[in-house]
């Protein structure tokens, strides 16, 4: 597989940089957001309280980083 190396890029919701592949934001679809953003509005979508949004994603980046 070909390796890619990807320019940083700021996420317009939250400001954060990252480098991985950008998500569709469901608010317009149009907005290019990183994938923790994208990840939240699809679980915002479902009804998902904030407090619950944000375990979820502490469980993703733990998992991922392992």
Do not use: F, W
């Amino acid at each position: 597989m070909k390796s890619e190396i990807r320019k940083p890029r700021t996420c317009p919701k939250c400001g954060c940089l990252y480098t991985e592949r950008p998500a569709l934001s469901r608010e317009d679809n149009k907005t290019l957001v990183c994938s923790d953003c994208a990840t939240k509005e699809a679980l915002q979508s479902i009804g998902v309280s904030a407090e619950e949004q944000e375990k979820i994603i502490s469980i993703i980046h733990r998992n991922y980083s392992e």
